[in-house]
């Protein structure tokens, strides 16, 4: 079975500092992973995903994620944030069906 | 971004009722899925569908049934509502070639 885990419930970020949420998955294959974030009372957005290649992949917004098959991580990462990424985060994981596993997102503080 | 309408937005209702929620779009896509939000929980899979009248049922199934008898329309259903189905629903959509999921703006459901 698939699944993913969240360790971070939730994480404060001043504005202009960089910013890391981790996720680890479990999978019995090679894994496509996502990342989606979601601001309040909104559906969710695709970041960035992962399938196959570079294991650094670029997303919208600035952000950019980094699988590491070895210890099953797929962390998303931001340089500089901004006060309008205060949002949800979500890593997600699955197969070419796209039946996703979500973790129970990292809610994101980001203070002035 | 495709236009998935969720209807109603918000929906409170008692024990024992029956529930429908409807999903629609515009953009032709053929694969559809119902997920429920919960604290603690992420996005959890109910049911999905790979074509007209083509359902499975996803992680979280147990209470809800579907019905899609034309592309633009996913219908959900509980047919006796529980306290524990007290949820915000969301809907996504995804394109036959794509990998991308796009999601509604969700229906916050309460049964009391």
């Known amino acids: 079975a698939q699944s993913v885990t969240q360790p971070d419930i939730h994480i404060t970020v001043s504005e202009g500092a960089s910013l890391e949420l981790r996720c680890n998955y479990s999978y019995g294959a090679t894994p496509y992973l996502f990342w989606y974030v979601q601001s309040p009372g909104q559906g969710l957005q695709l970041l960035l995903k992962y399938f196959s290649g570079d294991t650094l992949v670029q997303g919208i917004k600035g952000f950019e994620a980094e699988f590491k098959r070895s210890q099953s991580s797929f962390n998303l990462r931001k340089p500089s944030v901004h006060w309008s990424d205060a949002a949800e985060y979500f890593c997600a994981v699955g197969s070419n069906d796209y039946k996703l596993s979500f973790g129970a997102g990292t809610t994101v503080t980001v203070r002035a | 971004d495709a236009g998935i309408t969720q209807s109603p937005r918000h929906k409170v209702t008692e024990t024992g009722t029956p529930v429908t929620l409807r999903c629609h779009q515009t953009?032709?896509?053929?694969?559809m899925y119902w997920y429920r939000q919960d604290p603690g929980h992420g996005l959890r899979l109910i049911h999905y569908s790979y074509g007209v009248k083509d359902t499975d049922k996803g992680e979280v199934s147990d209470g809800y049934s579907v019905s899609r008898s034309k592309t633009e329309d996913f219908l959900l259903t509980l047919e006796s509502a529980t306290s524990s189905q007290t949820s915000v629903y969301f809907c996504?959509?995804?394109?036959?070639?794509?990998?991308?999921?796009?999601f509604g703006s969700g229906t916050q459901l309460s049964v009391l």
């Open positions: 996504a959509t995804r394109g036959e070639i794509s990998e991308k999921l796009f």
């Open positions: 953009e032709n896509h053929r694969y």
